[in-house]
């Protein structure tokens, strides 16, 4: 199908989209002007990174060509990751309120079988194309970029790629193919009812009973308080203590116990040191097999299998076909430039390896594109701010306490609730700020913690953490303050005007400490 000369409104794009993925044999889609020109490069997969790649290397003046397999641009995160997960954990804190007050207020008793994961998949299905129609649109209307989707692309070398019958070359390669879950390699593994975040919404059929989640990072924990906060009993089965597996960075301890601890108190059984020996069923998933943290096995029935095992980069081709430089777990080697080990290619987003996150993405792409287009360009991802979900939404930068006391040898910490023993602080209805009140007023433990950590002696704040609601933006500014060269200071950010009452206390909370010489804990 070819649309170069047709302007499809967003009805039309979806109605597009919805029939390539339903018909295995439609064609590609097609928006190429074919005028002869040269490309400055072809980005071959058109995800986070190569999407806004492309949409900057056109920015810039230059002239780019996506390629991708789906009949969408935007990649893996609206269509099986970040979009579901974020729909799920958004209606898990729903959920949670509805358990937590059930009968009382104006909440109805709590009735599970009005919670069905089926039906929130059904829900996410029948919308996500709609936000797949918009990038098409977007990107062809308004940011001018052409594109070959529906088609899986073939490096043939390091400038030539053959798609959809055609072959089109251009000055430089950015590969931007993403990653592909990892399965643990256990006898059983591929029976019916073993799920990932991808198979689950693509595949699910039926409202799982009891759910077994493998795995201790991110995708568990979100996944597995999802499931439970629909009333499906749920165990979480973790190699390494939850949080504590490597890919997630400055994980605060007291953070860390908060958000586990709160998982308990709902119900979760979670076993850490734990590993699953074995998938058991008739064709169809009946119990996995563990191996507990005392080396003892036990049976746990099921009908249900979710996979949190982590993602392996897409990197075969690249490897195979141009012979770039691969490194140990199946990443794409790039410098900081985004270039590969052969000329004229780069590589961008989780097909570089960790972090997998969209900031990381998207600014690959960017970054790979001004070094075409002639701009020298870096991008250092060793630091960034970082969240995840439970039923909770859990933001964190910069340093941990202990990680700063290690660095620094006057580390003063400013919390809530404060740690004083003695203080009964499981019946301080602090902090309370959004999505929090009924909780702080009904249920105080549940509301929420906060941590701020300071090298006292520059005053900076070189740490901050929050379990709670609404945060994640402010973690995005803080980032960017205390990673300037200037740093923030705890009497800069104490000097700030807050809007009270907001998620986070940290401008209040530095306002009543800032004017100390000599700091101390709040
Ligand atoms: C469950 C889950 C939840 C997540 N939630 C978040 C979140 O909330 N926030 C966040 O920041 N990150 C989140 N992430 C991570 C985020 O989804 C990824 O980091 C991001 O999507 C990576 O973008 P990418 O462009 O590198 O790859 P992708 O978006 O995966 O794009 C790769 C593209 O390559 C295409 N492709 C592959 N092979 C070919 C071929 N041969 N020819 C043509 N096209 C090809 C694919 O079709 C795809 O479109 C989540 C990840 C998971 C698994
Ligand atoms: N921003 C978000 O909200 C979000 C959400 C989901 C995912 N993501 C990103 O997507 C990527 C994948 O996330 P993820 O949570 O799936 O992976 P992950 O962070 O790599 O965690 C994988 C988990 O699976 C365990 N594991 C791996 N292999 C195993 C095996 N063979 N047997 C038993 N356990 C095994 C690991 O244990 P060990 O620690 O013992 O190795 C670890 O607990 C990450 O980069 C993540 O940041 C982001």
Same mark, same amino acid.
């Given at each position: 199908?070819?649309?170069?000369?047709?302007?499809?409104?967003?009805?039309?794009?979806?109605?597009?989209?919805?029939?390539?993925?339903?018909?295995?044999?439609?064609?590609?889609?097609?928006?190429? /002007?074919?005028?002869?020109?040269?490309?400055?490069?072809?980005?071959?997969?058109?995800?986070?990174?190569?999407?806004?790649?492309?949409?900057?290397?056109?920015?810039?003046?230059?002239?780019?060509?996506?390629?991708?397999?789906?009949?969408?641009?935007?990649?893996?995160?609206?269509?099986?990751?970040?979009?579901?997960?974020?729909? +799920?954990?958004?209606?898990a804190a729903?959920?949670d309120?509805?358990r937590w007050?059930?009968?009382?207020?104006?909440?109805?008793?709590?009735?599970?079988?009005?919670?069905?994961?089926?039906?929130?998949?059904?829900?996410?299905? #029948?919308?996500?194309?709609?936000?797949?129609?918009?990038?098409?649109?977007?990107?062809?209307?308004?940011?001018?970029?052409?594109?070959?989707?529906?088609?899986?692309?073939?490096?043939?070398?390091?400038?030539?790629?053959?798609?959809?019958?055609?072959?089109?070359?251009? #000055?430089?390669?950015?590969?931007?193919?993403?990653?592909?879950?990892?399965?643990?390699?256990?006898?059983?593994?591929?029976?019916?009812?073993? +799920?990932?975040?991808?198979?689950?919404?693509?595949?699910?059929?039926?409202?799982?009973?009891?759910? /077994?989640?493998?795995?201790g990072?991110?995708?568990a924990l979100e996944?597995g308080s999802?499931?439970h906060a629909?009333?499906?009993?749920t165990t979480i089965?973790s190699?390494s203590p939850l949080m504590r597996?490597?890919?997630l960075?400055?994980v605060d301890e007291d953070l860390r116990r908060y958000v586990v601890d709160g998982m308990r108190k709902r119900g979760m059984e979670i076993l850490e040191g734990?590993?699953?020996?074995?998938?058991?069923?008739?064709?169809?998933?009946?119990?996995?097999?563990? *191996?507990?943290?005392?080396?003892?096995?036990?049976?746990?029935?099921?009908?249900?299998?979710?996979?949190?095992?982590?993602?392996?980069?897409?990197?075969?081709?690249? !490897?195979?076909?141009?012979?770039?430089?691969?490194?140990?777990?199946?990443? /794409?080697? /790039?410098?900081?430039?985004?270039?590969?080990?052969?000329?004229?290619?780069?590589?961008?987003?989780?097909?570089?390896?960790?972090?997998?996150?969209?900031?990381?993405? *998207?600014?690959?792409?960017?970054?790979?594109?001004?070094?075409?287009?002639?701009?020298?360009?870096?991008?250092? @991802?060793?630091? +960034?701010?970082?969240?995840l979900h439970t039923t909770y939404e859990v933001?964190w930068?910069?340093?941990t306490e202990?990680?700063?006391?290690?660095?620094?040898?006057?580390?003063?910490?400013?919390q809530m609730p404060p740690y004083?023993?003695?203080?009964d602080t499981e019946h301080l209805?602090?902090p309370?700020?959004?999505?929090t009140?009924?909780y702080a007023?009904?249920k105080p433990e549940l509301s929420g913690f906060q941590k701020?950590?300071?090298?006292?002696?520059?005053? #900076?704040?070189?740490?901050?953490h929050h379990v709670g609601?609404?945060?994640?933006?402010?973690?995005?500014?803080?980032?960017?303050?205390?990673? !300037?060269?200037?740093?923030?200071?705890?009497?800069?950010?104490?000097?700030?005007?807050?809007? @009270?009452?907001?998620?986070?206390?940290?401008?209040?909370?530095?306002?009543?400490?800032?004017?100390?010489?000599?700091?101390?804990?709040?």
């Amino acid at each position: 199908m070819d649309i170069s000369q047709q302007h499809l409104n967003l009805e039309q794009w979806y109605d597009v989209i919805e029939r390539a993925l339903e018909d295995p044999g439609a064609g590609p889609i097609l928006n190429v /002007v074919d005028d002869g020109g040269v490309y400055d490069a072809i980005f071959l997969g058109g995800g986070a990174g190569g999407r806004f790649g492309a949409a900057y290397l056109r920015a810039m003046g230059g002239r780019p060509l996506i390629i991708d397999a789906w009949p969408f641009l935007g990649g893996s995160c609206p269509h099986q990751a970040c979009v579901p997960h974020h729909l +799920f954990s958004d209606v898990a804190a729903e959920l949670d309120l509805w358990r937590w007050f059930s009968g009382q207020l104006f909440f109805p008793e709590w009735d599970p079988s009005r919670a069905s994961i089926l039906e929130m998949i059904r829900l996410f299905l #029948r919308g996500r194309s709609s936000a797949h129609a918009f990038m098409n649109w977007q990107t062809k209307e308004q940011l001018e970029v052409e594109y070959v989707l529906n088609a899986r692309g073939r490096l043939v070398d390091a400038s030539t790629v053959e798609v959809a019958g055609r072959t089109f070359t251009a #000055r430089n390669l950015v590969l931007g193919l993403g990653a592909s879950p990892t399965y643990p390699d256990v006898p059983g593994i591929g029976l019916a009812g073993v +799920f990932d975040f991808a198979t689950l919404v693509e595949e699910l059929d039926y409202e799982p009973r009891r759910a /077994v989640i493998v795995g201790g990072g991110k995708t568990a924990l979100e996944y597995g308080s999802f499931f439970h906060a629909t009333g499906c009993p749920t165990t979480i089965v973790s190699r390494s203590p939850l949080m504590r597996t490597p890919s997630l960075h400055h994980v605060d301890e007291d953070l860390r116990r908060y958000v586990v601890d709160g998982m308990r108190k709902r119900g979760m059984e979670i076993l850490e040191g734990a590993e699953p020996v074995a998938i058991e069923g008739n064709g169809k998933v009946e119990r996995v097999v563990v *191996r507990l943290a005392d080396g003892s096995t036990a049976a746990i029935e099921t009908d249900f299998v979710f996979l949190g095992t982590g993602e392996r980069p897409n990197s075969a081709m690249a !490897r195979e076909a141009l012979g770039v430089a691969v490194g140990p777990r199946d990443e /794409v080697l /790039v410098d900081k430039s985004m270039r590969t080990s052969v000329p004229s290619v780069y590589a961008i987003g989780d097909l570089i390896g960790g972090p997998m996150e969209m900031f990381k993405a *998207r600014k690959c792409g960017i970054t790979a594109s001004k070094n075409i287009m002639g701009e020298p360009a870096e991008f250092d @991802f060793s630091e +960034f701010p970082d969240f995840l979900h439970t039923t909770y939404e859990v933001t964190w930068v910069g340093l941990t306490e202990q990680e700063a006391r290690e660095r620094f040898s006057d580390v003063i910490i400013i919390q809530m609730p404060p740690y004083v023993e003695n203080l009964d602080t499981e019946h301080l209805p602090l902090p309370c700020a959004e999505r929090t009140m009924l909780y702080a007023f009904a249920k105080p433990e549940l509301s929420g913690f906060q941590k701020l950590v300071i090298d006292a002696a520059s005053r #900076r704040v070189v740490g901050a953490h929050h379990v709670g609601y609404g945060a994640k933006d402010a973690f995005q500014y803080l980032d960017h303050l205390i990673h !300037r060269p200037d740093g923030l200071t705890i009497d800069e950010l104490g000097g700030m005007n807050e809007l @009270f009452l907001n998620p986070e206390h940290f401008v209040q909370l530095s306002r009543l400490r800032a004017g100390r010489s000599a700091l101390v804990s709040l």
